[in-house]
C-alpha cells in the first residue's frame, strides 16, 4: 500500500533553517505532482509548494524566495528547504503527491499524516 511519510520537523528559532522531507513507499509506477501543504489553527490550509514530474515548482507568495520545494524522483521523495523562517511559518506540514501504484492504472492523491513545525521568536 502506497504510504507518505514526512519528516524533518521540530522546533527552530526565527531566521533559521529548516529541511522537511517525504517518502512514497509501496508498489509505486509513478509519481506526478508532488507537494507540500500546511495547516495552522485557526487558519486554513494552504499549498505552500508544489513541483511536478518535471521539476517545475510553484509556490505560494508568502514563502517566495524563502523555501525551495525539490524532487528526487529515484529515490520517491520530496523536500522543503525552509530559510529565514518566521513565526507565521508555524503550522503543521503536509505532503502530497499523485501516485499510480501497479497494477492500477490510475492516479491517486495521497496524503502524509503530517510534521509539525514551530518557529519561536
Known amino acids: 500500500q502506497v504510504q507518505l511519510v514526512e519528516s524533518g520537523g521540530g522546533l527552530v528559532q526565527a531566521g533559521g533553517s529548516l529541511r522537511l522531507s517525504c517518502a512514497a513507499s509501496?508498489?509505486?509506477?509513478?509519481?506526478?505532482?508532488m507537494g507540500w501543504y500546511r495547516h495552522a489553527p485557526g487558519k486554513q490550509r494552504e499549498l505552500v509548494a508544489g513541483?511536478?514530474?518535471?521539476?517545475?515548482?510553484v509556490y505560494a507568495d508568502s514563502v517566495k524566495g524563502r523555501f525551495t520545494i525539490s524532487r528526487d524522483n529515484a529515490k520517491n521523495t520530496v523536500s522543503l528547504q525552509m530559510n529565514s523562517v518566521k513565526a507565521e511559518d508555524t503550522a503543521v506540514y503536509y505532503c502530497?503527491?499523485?501516485?499510480?501504484?501497479?497494477?492500477?492504472?490510475?492516479?491517486?492523491?495521497?496524503w502524509g499524516r503530517g510534521t509539525q513545525v514551530t518557529v519561536s521568536s
Open positions: 502530497n503527491a499523485e501516485i499510480r501504484a501497479g497494477p492500477i492504472s490510475q492516479y491517486y492523491i495521497y
Open positions: 513541483i511536478s514530474s518535471g521539476g517545475i515548482p
Open positions: 509501496g508498489n509505486i509506477f509513478s509519481i506526478n505532482d
